[in-house]
């Protein structure tokens, strides 16, 4: 699930919210280039990740905030022809080395002629030709696996498609992101009930009575999440202040599945306690 805007309509994560129309020929409709937006043209959404799970840690939720922007260009017939996914690296509280990467379900490796931007630099990730992770059944794309040598840099991740898709096959924004835990590609956090990729289906979820998610779904029994997408800003909480603590009803957010308060994050009275949030 994912926090939302609530002035005017309810996004609920169809990245279809702008489309800017360009001729590239006069007259000739074969060039024409039609452009979509996630959240919209103006502005940017956020990820956010707590990265000890399964267990609950810290819950600072600043271990990785990421701000982003994702346009996606279709040719004249509105099939998908390139992604590109802008990003920065907002915050970084954590104390592992962690990285970033998608997955486009349904999408195959061979289906992406390029992907290009990524910052690889630990050795952990074998890439294919083409700029997707090798060995994978779906196109994952690491941006990058050390989020230490990325915070503050605006970057793009362009990902360009062999042959037009559809936007039914592409899939819907922000897709399926998820965090590299400290280097250890067996290791990844995903927005609550999305899949891992191929690669941690290999290991088992750790069991023990701290453990917080014992089913692998990303969250608590109470709902609780380790990773979360918000359509608009979000200021991380200082070092060592639970998220709870910093969002007054964030919890009710997120025990209610998204449906409660899903404004939560927003600066409203009463909402937020600035003195516990990063500047």
Known sequence: FEAVNTAGSIS?????????????VAGDCTEVTN??????????????????????????????VINYNIKTILNAENNVIQ???????ESIGAGFINGFAIELEGVLPSAISSVTGSNLTEGIISNNANGTEKAQPNAVIVFFDNALLNEGISNTIS?????????????TAPFNPFL??????LKEIHLPNKPN??????????????????D?????????????????????????????????????????GGTAYPDWYQDKRGYRNNANLKN
């Not at 990902?159 to 899939?171: D, E, K, Q, R, W």
């Not at 990729?197 to 453990?211: K, L, M, N, R």
């Not at 202040?241 to 009710?252: E, H, K, M, Q």
């Open 197 to 214: 990729t191929y690669y941690p289906t290999t290991s088992s979820i750790e069991v023990g009575p701290t453990v917080k998610d014992s």
């Open 159 to 171: 990902i360009v498609f062999a042959n037009p898709i559809s936007t039914a096959a592409l899939g």
């Open 216 to 256: 692998g779904d990303f969250k608590t029994p109470q709902g609780l999440p380790w990773a979360m997408n918000i359509n608009g800003k979000y200021k991380a909480p200082k070092e060592n202040i639970t998220v709870t603590n910093a969002y007054n009803f964030f919890a009710n957010w997120a025990t209610s």
């Open 180 to 185: 590299i835990i400290n280097k250890n590609r």
């Open 12 to 24: 609920v994560g169809n990245f279809i919210d702008n489309i800017v129309i360009t001729e590239t």
């Open 35 to 64: 452009k979509m937006f996630y959240p919209n043209e103006f502005t940017a959404a956020t990820l956010a990740f707590e990265d000890l799970w399964p267990y609950s840690g810290d819950y600072d939720f600043n271990d990785l």
């Open 83 to 89: 992604v590109d996914y802008n990003y920065v690296v």
